[in-house]
């Protein structure tokens, strides 16, 4: 039986390199896998999922019009689908993946962040954590050794963001993995 996965992490924890990593495990015993993005993450070019220590794989892009239940329908012979920057999903369609694992038995892995640099949810997140059949963490840590679980915002200078809109694509601005302690420190 197909399932809903989400595994999340705060930055710079290895989230796409492990997408890439089961894509690569898959596709060695011959099994087809279909690969998703933000269309909003142009960091590495439109369409490319890129680990920051080097692997890249091209993905289809998604934003918040794609129905994953009618795309999946429509696939022949996918083992898995795999989707990278799954705080970007909307709510409909975290329930379009749900739906799809369990009613055409594809699973469906989703690796994201669960909350943007003020320590608010992402909406795809938080459905994510309500929906999804297994949730898993990556771990990550931050600069004073503690897990990291949030992701301040910096500007080029080093200072950090208070307000904003939810979603910055990282190069125009950086993101820091940090433990609760340093992320409400860091606020005083």
Do not use: W
């Not at 015993?29 to 279909?34: I, T």
């Not at 220590?53 to 429509?74: H, N, V």
């Amino acid at each position: 039986m197909a399932k809903l996965y989400f595994r999340y992490s705060a930055m710079n924890a290895g989230k796409s390199t492990a997408l890439i990593q089961v894509a690569h495990n898959y596709e060695e015993h011959g099994r087809r896998v279909a690969l998703y993005t933000a269309a909003i993450d142009h960091r590495f070019g439109t369409g490319m999922i890129a680990s920051r220590i080097g692997p890249r794989r091209e993905a289809t892009t998604f934003d918040t019009a794609l129905d994953f239940f009618a795309e999946m329908s429509k696939m022949r012979d996918i083992a898995c689908v795999l989707i990278d920057e799954a705080q970007f999903l909307t709510a409909d369609q975290v329930r379009q993946l749900h739906r799809a694992a369990h009613l055409l038995d594809i699973p469906a892995i989703c690796y994201g962040i669960r909350s943007d640099f003020l320590g608010e949810p992402f909406p795809g997140s938080a459905y994510l954590l309500t929906l999804a059949d297994s949730v898993e963490e990556l771990k990550n840590i931050c600069s004073c050794g503690r897990k990291a679980t949030m992701n301040p915002r910096f500007d080029a200078a080093g200072k950090r963001f208070s307000s904003g809109d939810q979603i910055a694509i990282e190069g125009e601005v950086e993101y820091r993995p940090m433990c609760a302690r340093c992320f409400y420190e860091g606020l005083a």
